[in-house]
T-cell receptor, first 114, second 111 residues
Framework: KAGVTQTPRYLIKTRGQQVTLSCSPI?????VSWYQQTPGQGLQFLFE???????NKGNFPGRFSGRQFSNSRSEMNVSTLELGDSALYLC?????????????FGQGTRLTVV | QQQVKQSPQSLIVQKGGIPIINCAYE??????FPWYQQFPGKGPALLIA?????SEKKEGRFTISFNKSAKQFSLHIMDSQPGDSATYFC??????????FGAGTRLTVKP
């Protein structure tokens, strides 16, 4: 059974640009969550999608957005990139229809903003 | 804001030792407490998880102890091996996998 797949693995962007990251969840998983990992702030929750609907959102500015498609694949978009957006972006998938269940992470996309 | 406090920041043990990592939380709405292991360049991997109606859970060499009244939980790794050297994160989840992570513990197991 394939795990969570994130593409691309590495990305370099210039300040002010926008970027789109992709996440394919484990087959059968309908919940996808996104996290940002940095040395200073650690792992922080961005948002969670289930059945194409955003159910939860963390404390990030509106420049961070996402969506989920009917096949449960999800994309995350960051507009007007800032140097501080450099981070490892992780997505996690789970079966959860309600409540919390086991969440499995992908390897992440390493975004560098220059 | 750090909703889950994890300690120690780093830990060094000898092979066969039992490292213990501690976490504390404040929000009683948390209802799911997973532990993740992360190697450099990889995403976090789920190790073991517990719900607040259980005081202890064991899976292989990993054990979670949970103290609901103290709002604390800990990870014990029995018979630790050099391959266990990694960063460990505790987390506490609200609803729908909105997880709040501890700052992480870098574990080194010396041969």
């Amino acid at each position: 059974k394939a795990g969570v797949t994130q593409t691309p693995r590495y990305l370099i962007k210039t300040r002010g640009q926008q970027v789109t990251l992709s996440c394919s969840p484990i087959s059968g998983h309908r919940s996808v969550s996104w996290y940002q990992q940095t040395p200073g702030q650690g792992l922080q929750f961005l948002f969670e999608y289930f059945s194409e609907t955003q159910r939860n959102k963390g404390n990030f500015p509106g420049r961070f957005s996402g969506r989920q498609f009917s096949n449960s694949r999800s994309e995350m978009n960051v507009s007007t990139l800032e140097l501080g957006d450099s981070a490892l972006y992780l997505c996690a998938s789970s079966l959860a229809e309600q409540g919390n269940t086991e969440a499995f992470f992908g390897q992440g996309t390493r975004l560098t903003v220059v | 804001q750090q909703q889950v406090k994890q300690s120690p920041q780093s830990l060094i043990v000898q092979k066969g030792g039992i490292p213990i990592i501690n976490c504390a939380y404040e929000n009683t709405a948390f209802d799911y407490f997973p532990w993740y292991q992360q190697f450099p360049g990889k995403g976090p991997a789920l190790l073991i998880a517990i719900r607040p109606d259980v005081s202890e859970k064991k899976e292989g060499r990993f054990t979670i102890s949970f103290n609901k009244s103290a709002k604390q939980f800990s990870l014990h790794i029995m018979d630790s091996q050099p391959g266990d050297s990694a960063t460990y994160f505790c987390a506490a989840s609200l609803i729908n996998n909105d997880m709040r992570f501890g700052a992480g513990t870098r574990l080194t197991v010396k041969p």
